[in-house]
């Protein structure tokens, strides 16, 4: 009988390890506006990874309401990021974060980025704090610069 349990148990956590691993960070008033950014950038970097889009999914829900509201469900967004305006973000190589300003409830970032194909892109990556509901408190992105290129200035 105790075995019969331990292996039912073995079993279920098994099973329920998966589906943490697909789990992702949702908005925390613990994190920082630009642990907030990191997260997404890395998320993005690694889309595919544990499986296809994770990385976009990541990113969206770390998406301020606001931002949400203009680019609409996650489907929506997800081709928005595939489509020619961003999808240089996806299965990136690297990409750096520099702070350009953060005041009360605001931060703006300079990102670069290096794509697959070695192209570099600069953006800039606006968090603000969500005033209301669940995540009140929180840092999320409400806006994403158009990119530019690495001779642009943000």
Do not use: C
Request: proline residues 6%; hydrophobic residues 45%; charged residues 20%.
């Amino acid at each position: 009988m105790m075995r019969i349990l331990t292996a039912l148990v073995l079993l279920a956590v098994l099973f329920a390890a998966p589906a943490q691993a697909l789990d992702v960070q949702r908005p925390d008033p613990a994190l920082s506006a630009k642990e907030v950014v990191s997260i997404q950038l890395e998320a993005l970097r690694n889309n595919d990874d544990p499986r296809k889009d994770a990385g976009i999914k990541q990113t969206y829900a770390l998406a301020h309401p606001q931002n949400k509201a203009l680019t609409g469900p996650l489907p929506k967004f997800t081709q928005m990021l595939e489509g020619p305006l961003y999808r240089m973000m996806l299965n990136h190589r690297a990409h750096t974060i520099e702070e350009v300003a953060q005041g009360e409830g605001r931060a703006v970032f300079g990102v670069t980025i290096v794509d697959a194909a070695g192209e570099v892109y600069k953006f800039r990556w606006t968090v603000r704090k969500i005033d209301t509901g669940d995540y009140a408190g929180a840092w999320a992105t409400v806006a994403v610069s158009p990119p530019q290129t690495a001779d642009d200035s943000i």
